[in-house]
């Protein structure tokens, strides 16, 4: 604002020079007051405007939008899932799982720490993506029809997450079991209807959080 003054003054100086120049000595005073008059006004504008514009451009305290998260869940180790139908099927794999009330998602990791399977999923819909599929990506209703497709079998997967947050789940036709060292097991023996046994054993690391 400083600055703006002095090329303002300046500028008043230079154009006074230059009446001096074109008048005589007789009308040189009157001229003076007349542009300083002028340039009196104008610089009074231009600090105004520089004002307003500094004013502008200085980042104030500003509000911040506060945005209500739920409270989510994350766990990492390693993951094993037999399942005794015909034919079996094994998964075994790391895996990274971070969950909230109404979605998640599990990424099951190769042994470079590549994503070999991926499923997200929320109350709209669920995703499956695999490199081992064709096409490698799969649009589902909801999680339930997801693990029937994938797994071939119905997992109480929802139960088994709020188990794994801390919560007291009875799931009808499964034993949950928390083995120490951060080894979890829950177990389906064979039911009606040629279910098959399930088993689903996560070894834990130390950062997962529940």
């Given at each position: 604002?400083?600055?703006?003054?002095?090329?303002?003054?300046?500028?008043?100086?230079?154009?006074?020079?230059?009446?001096?120049?074109?008048?005589?000595?007789?009308?040189?005073?009157?001229?003076?007051?007349?542009?300083?008059?002028?340039?009196?006004?104008?610089?009074?504008?231009?600090?105004?405007?520089?004002?307003?514009?500094?004013?502008?451009?200085?980042?104030?305290?500003?509000?911040?939008?506060?945005?209500?998260?739920?409270?989510?869940?994350?766990?990492?180790?390693?993951?094993?899932?037999?399942?005794?139908?015909?034919?079996?099927?094994?998964?075994?794999?790391?895996?990274?799982?971070?969950?909230?009330?109404?979605?998640?998602?599990?990424?099951?990791?190769?042994?470079?720490?590549?994503?070999?399977?991926?499923?997200?999923?929320?109350?709209?819909?669920?995703?499956?993506?695999?490199?081992?599929?064709?096409?490698?990506?799969?649009?589902?209703?909801?999680?339930?029809?997801?693990?029937?497709?994938?797994?071939?079998?119905?997992?109480?997967?929802?139960?088994?997450?709020?188990?794994?947050?801390?919560?007291?789940?009875?799931?009808?036709?499964?034993?949950?079991?928390?083995?120490?060292?951060?080894t979890k097991v829950a177990l389906k023996l064979s039911g009606p209807q040629s279910e098959p046994?399930?088993?689903?054993?996560?070894?834990?690391?130390?950062?997962?959080?529940?």
């Amino acid at each position: 604002m400083v600055r703006c003054m002095g090329i303002v003054l300046e500028l008043g100086v230079s154009f006074c020079q230059a009446l001096q120049k074109i008048q005589g000595a007789k009308d040189f005073q009157h001229s003076v007051q007349n542009a300083f008059t002028a340039y009196s006004q104008t610089a009074l504008t231009l600090v105004f405007c520089t004002f307003m514009l500094c004013a502008c451009q200085t980042p104030g305290t500003q509000t911040q939008h506060q945005t209500t998260h739920t409270p989510g869940s994350h766990f990492e180790g390693r993951l094993l899932i037999e399942i005794q139908s015909s034919p079996a099927k094994r998964i075994s794999a790391s895996f990274e799982l971070d969950t909230d009330v109404n979605s998640g998602e599990l990424r099951l990791l190769g042994p470079f720490g590549t994503t070999s399977a991926l499923i997200t999923w929320s109350q709209a819909s669920a995703l499956l993506q695999s490199t081992d599929m064709s096409p490698p990506t799969r649009l589902y209703p909801n999680l339930s029809a997801l693990v029937q497709q994938w797994l071939g079998t119905e997992l109480p997967l929802q139960n088994i997450l709020r188990w794994l947050e801390g919560q007291d789940e009875q799931i009808p036709g499964w034993q949950l079991m928390d083995l120490g060292g951060n080894t979890k097991v829950a177990l389906k023996l064979s039911g009606p209807q040629s279910e098959p046994a399930v088993s689903i054993k996560m070894i834990l690391n130390e950062a997962a959080s529940p």
